[in-house]
């Protein structure tokens, strides 16, 4: 199944979210014209490595360490397909907008942010000695789409379904849509633990970190209305 569109209107333009997806699309493009080898190495200068992190804390360097925090940042906006920059993309799209009219332009700058550290950091914990490098901007928007899911439950998202090849479109409340999601990323999740074959390159735990942690931001926000209790 894929989404097309969510019924659901926002009332002012999502200008950061627009930000996010010209600055992605712009470093992508930027990716494509560098030579492969050099493109590699930018990937894997500016991109998240989970090993490298851990040599640094082992070897106790401040500022290694620094600079893989930094790597987290920088990792976000990178991409390593056109299917994975354009379902990101669409998925930021999709989403951005209502959550971005909810908590404001800053505020959701912030969350993006922080969803985005919050995400590496549980990719981190289940693959502390991993050399393979992490990018991409689905752990930040995993936490958007965990605020979407509380804030919005009842949004419809219209999908298109394929069945023996006839298109079908299917409006999905968007607690019934995401909640597929998410228990699929759980179920690829525990199988990637079996072995980096079953995890198919995907960063499944950084999903899964970023949608707890969008959750319960929108628990808090729910329950005070007032963004202080946020963070």
């Known amino acids: 199944m ?28 930027f990716e494509l ?6 493109r590699e190495a930018f990937i894997q200068y500016y991109g998240f490595i989970p090993k490298e992190l851990t040599n640094a804390i082992v070897y106790r360097s401040i500022s290694y360490i620094g600079l893989n925090i930094i790597s987290i940042f920088t990792s976000m906006f990178l991409h390593g397909s056109f299917m994975h920059i354009i379902g990101n993309m669409w ?16 505020k959701f700058l912030l969350v993006y942010i922080i969803s985005g550290y919050i995400a590496s950091f549980t990719h981190y914990i289940f693959n502390i000695n991993s050399p393979i ?32 090849w006839f298109p079908f479109f299917v409006n999905i409340p968007a ?14 999740g525990l199988l990637s633990l079996v072995g980096p074959y079953y995890g198919s390159g995907v960063a499944w735990w950084a999903h899964i970190g970023g949608f707890i942690y969008g959750t319960y931001l929108a628990k808090k926000y729910k329950k005070k209305n007032y963004y202080t209790y946020l963070y």
């Open 2 to 29: 894929f989404p097309l569109r969510d019924i659901n209107p926002s009332s002012k333009k999502p200008i950061v979210t627009i930000s996010i997806i010209i600055i992605n699309i712009i470093i992508f493009l």
């Open 33 to 38: 014209i560098l030579p492969s080898n050099i």
């Open 91 to 106: 998925s930021l799209w999709l989403f951005g907008d209502n959550v971005e009219d909810k908590l404001g332009h800053f």
């Open 133 to 164: 490098v992490a990018i991409g901007a689905s752990g930040a928007i995993a936490g958007v789409i965990g605020i979407y899911f509380v804030l919005f439950p009842f949004a419809k998202i219209q999908t298109l379904f394929l069945l023996l």
């Open 175 to 188: 607690f019934i849509f995401i909640g597929l999601w998410f228990l699929t990323q759980v179920f690829n």
